[in-house]
């Protein structure tokens, strides 16, 4: 990537996403990044600027759980930005209990699937503008405990469940950012879009932040030197600049070594990764979304 390049990023205000974006522009990309919080964009920039003073940056202001401000928020990057070549789908959300969205989503699967998803069509014709553009896509190994995967009712089942019972929906939303990758790589297959998907491994910043003992624990962990966030954030530069990951499309890739990872069923299954695509492209064009 050269140094006009332009990166957009999501859950850019913290964590992994946020030391990805000062990665990026000392690397002097120009960064489009999402916020919901005027107040932590304004943190952000402090720290970006500080990395790399004369970067270039824009906000887009919205809530990623809500697909209508996701549609506008991609329709005002994709105006601003008739070239991208770099989008980062980050943002993501453990919840402890369910929370359903006005829309009437699940919280956890607007903000892991269903935005990345739609971002991602909707910045489609900005990404083949560019010579050589790369979707990076932040799944994890939390994957492979997804309890059963039943489509399309997954997409909008919003039954309650426990703080226990959460990590088998959360890995569900992860097991499906890895197939729609899959089956994204393969629509793009020919152009100058590749898509790269990553596990960030575990890293403690925002972990488990509806939990009461979360920043005590976090405290604990970074004296342990267990979760280093940088880790996360690296392989994210890495599939965004490296040039081993230039002329290949569709991997699955492991924080630390970069190397492909398999997916666990049915997460590589050309089959289920189109019909998941074919179910979530009907059920947003319902809502007139897409």
Known sequence: MDTKSVAVITGATS??????????????????????????AEETARRINEVAPHSEMVFFYGDLSIMADVKRIGEEIKSTYPKIDVLVNNAGLHAFKQRITSEGFSEMMAVNYLAPWLLSKILLPSLKASNKARIVNVASEASRNHGVLTLPEDLTDTADFTARGSSAIYGKTKLLNIMFAGELSRQLSGT???????????????????????PLLERILKWLRIGDPRKGAEIITRL?????????TGGYYNVGTGKSILPVHPGGDPAMQSRLWKETQQLLKQKEWI
């Open 15 to 40: 964590g992994i996403g946020q030391i990805a974006a000062m990665d990026l522009a000392k690397r002097g990309m120009k960064l489009a990044l999402t916020a919901r919080s005027r107040e932590r």
């Open 240 to 248: 965004v600049v490296d040039t081993q990951y230039e002329d290949v």
């Open 192 to 214: 100058s879009v590749a898509v790269h998907t990553l596990n960030p491994g575990f890293n403690v910043t925002g972990l488990g932040r509806e939990l009461w003992f979360a």
